[in-house]
């Protein structure tokens, strides 16, 4: 499969109005060029008729548009790392819907693209926003910069230009989506910024109230990060007896007969009666889940994972929304999004608490060693994962950022 030279990665809400000329704009752009690209929509639950507009331009247009229907708001941030996950370019291309005059910025852009090319920032030099807005986006982008490993000569913006692989190395870090620029621009060895001018055409959604609020969330991410992130954990902790492989635990002599998780009780997702028990003699692997983090992804690897290997392992997400809200949405809600964005078929249970009081039984269970006869833990983010062997006791546990596909899991669920 030959994939494009370029992704373009559009966030999309309330953008009807900007879309057709848009497509048009960014089409004329790299045929000039003679570059092949694709160009990305992601609704993020526009209510205005953004998708039927992106629908229209999908059949009107030769070349590539991907729709990407988000079921709920989940923020530009988040919006268009969804985007990136799906992305094939050999370069990724984000911008906001109204980035106007497009053609001047984004041949700029392409111009600069050189061998050995990581990252490229557009730097606004004239806006049309007020003082506030204005004040808040100088709020927002000091905290960026106060947490870079690095002195930079400019702000990060919407409009970026991201190879391949530094793409790779960061997405799988990403815990919140408001440090996507602390994450790329840490672990880039060529950061530059270029002239970006912006037209009175757009109307930016995001108010001083906004970037105060994006500011005390990506302060709250840096607290997490700093207080766990910084800490080596291993990928996978083996616990048990029986098995060489991994990090080996001790067990004390507490009976561990009656410690596994059949008794414990828990709804579906649609209110319904999950019963464990109906699980024995296959491997379990529970998941916390979120619909807006930036590890949401994970989502599709984990049902492929399920898809693989459903013979052997039941794989069930719990959503939770203690993790910095990242999963606000009700029952529904989350059904719509799995379903339509990762065709989810493995078991999704009710919303639990895990971090707030009070704690779901499940989570006590695979937290205390007390209770699971093997391991104490603390679930550090969202998509922790649990490993229970056919006999319903713990056996692994495996950090966020340790993917669905990761050698040491898919080691633990095949043995």
Same mark, same amino acid.
């Given at each position: #499969?030959?994939?494009?030279?370029?992704?373009?990665?559009? %966030?999309?809400?309330?953008?009807?109005?900007?879309?057709?000329r848009?497509?048009?704009?960014?089409?004329?752009?790299?045929?000039?060029?003679d570059?092949?690209?694709?160009?990305?929509l992601?609704?993020?639950?526009? %209510?205005?008729s953004?998708?039927?507009e #992106?629908?229209? =331009?999908?059949? !009107?247009?030769?070349?590539?548009?991907? $729709?990407?229907?988000?079921?709920?708001?989940?923020?530009?941030?988040?919006?268009?790392?969804?985007?990136?996950?799906?992305?094939?370019?050999?370069?990724?291309?984000?911008?906001?819907?109204?980035?106007?005059?497009? !053609?001047?910025?984004?041949?700029?852009?392409?111009?600069?693209?050189?061998?050995?090319?990581?990252?490229?920032?557009?730097? !606004?030099?004239?806006?049309?926003?007020?003082?506030?807005?204005?004040?808040g986006?100088?709020?927002?982008?000091?905290?960026v910069?106060?947490?870079?490993?690095? &002195?930079?000569?400019?702000?990060?913006?919407?409009? &970026?230009?991201?190879? &391949?692989?530094?793409?790779?190395?960061? =997405?799988p870090?990403?815990?919140?989506?408001?440090?996507?620029?602390?994450?790329?621009?840490?672990?880039? #060895?060529?950061?530059?910024?270029?002239?970006?001018?912006?037209?009175?055409?757009?109307?930016?959604?995001?108010?001083f109230?906004?970037?105060?609020? !994006?500011?005390?969330?990506?302060?709250?991410?840096?607290?997490?990060?700093?207080?766990?992130?910084?800490?080596?954990?291993?990928p996978?902790?083996l616990?048990?007896?029986?098995?060489?492989?991994?990090?080996? #635990?001790?067990?004390?002599?507490?009976?561990i007969?009656?410690?596994?998780?059949?008794?414990?009780?828990?709804?579906?997702?649609?209110?319904?009666?999950?019963?464990?028990?109906?699980? @024995?003699?296959?491997?379990? =692997?529970?998941?916390?889940?979120?619909?807006?983090?930036? =590890?949401?992804?994970?989502?599709?690897?984990?049902? @492929?994972?399920?898809?693989?290997?459903?013979?052997?392992?039941?794989?069930?997400?719990?959503?939770?929304?203690?993790?910095?809200?990242q /999963?606000?949405?009700?029952? /529904?809600?989350?059904?719509?999004?799995?379903?339509?964005?990762?065709?989810?078929?493995?078991?999704?249970?009710?919303?639990?608490n $895990?971090?707030?009081e009070?704690?779901?039984?499940?989570?006590?269970f695979?937290?205390?060693?007390?209770?699971n006869?093997? $391991? /104490?833990?603390?679930?550090?983010?969202?998509?922790?994962?649990?490993?229970?062997?056919?006999?319903?006791?713990?056996?692994?546990?495996?950090?966020?950022?340790?993917?669905?596909?990761?050698?040491?899991?898919? @080691?633990?669920?095949?043995?």
């Amino acid at each position: #499969m030959n994939h494009p030279e370029f992704s373009v990665i559009i %966030p999309v809400y309330n953008s009807e109005s900007y879309l057709k000329r848009l497509a048009g704009e960014i089409s004329k752009i790299f045929t000039s060029f003679d570059k092949t690209f694709e160009l990305i929509l992601v609704n993020d639950c526009s %209510p205005d008729s953004s998708l039927e507009e #992106m629908r229209k =331009l999908k059949l !009107q247009n030769s070349f590539p548009i991907i $729709i990407i229907d988000l079921k709920k708001n989940i923020g530009q941030y988040a919006a268009t790392i969804v985007g990136l996950h799906n992305a094939e370019g050999k370069f990724m291309i984000t911008a906001d819907a109204d980035i106007f005059p497009l !053609q001047g910025n984004f041949r700029d852009l392409i111009k600069h693209v050189l061998p050995g090319t990581e990252l490229i920032y557009g730097e !606004q030099e004239n806006t049309h926003i007020g003082f506030l807005r204005k004040s808040g986006s100088l709020l927002f982008n000091c905290m960026v910069r106060f947490s870079l490993n690095k &002195r930079v000569n400019g702000n990060g913006s919407s409009f &970026r230009l991201i190879s &391949r692989s530094l793409l790779n190395k960061v =997405l799988p870090q990403i815990y919140e989506p408001l440090m996507l620029d602390i994450y790329l621009i840490n672990a880039s #060895m060529d950061v530059r910024f270029i002239p970006l001018t912006i037209d009175s055409t757009g109307t930016s959604s995001y108010s001083f109230l906004k970037l105060i609020s !994006q500011g005390i969330n990506l302060l709250g991410g840096l607290i997490f990060e700093r207080s766990y992130l910084s800490k080596k954990f291993e990928p996978t902790i083996l616990v048990g007896s029986g098995n060489n492989s991994g990090s080996q #635990m001790s067990i004390d002599n507490t009976s561990i007969e009656d410690k596994t998780v059949y008794p414990i009780q828990i709804n579906t997702l649609e209110g319904a009666v999950f019963c464990f028990g109906d699980f @024995k003699g296959k491997k379990i =692997l529970i998941v916390n889940v979120a619909s807006a983090c930036g =590890l949401t992804p994970q989502y599709d690897k984990l049902q @492929k994972l399920y898809s693989e290997h459903k013979d052997r392992l039941v794989v069930i997400g719990v959503p939770c929304n203690d993790f910095a809200k990242q /999963e606000p949405g009700t029952s /529904e809600e989350i059904r719509e999004f799995c379903d339509a964005m990762y065709g989810v078929t493995f078991p999704l249970t009710e919303k639990v608490n $895990i971090l707030n009081e009070p704690v779901h039984p499940l989570y006590n269970f695979l937290t205390k060693r007390e209770l699971n006869g093997m $391991i /104490e833990s603390k679930v550090v983010w969202n998509f922790q994962k649990y490993l229970l062997n056919e006999k319903g006791e713990l056996t692994h546990y495996f950090n966020p950022d340790v993917l669905p596909d990761h050698e040491a899991l898919l @080691k633990a669920v095949s043995t």
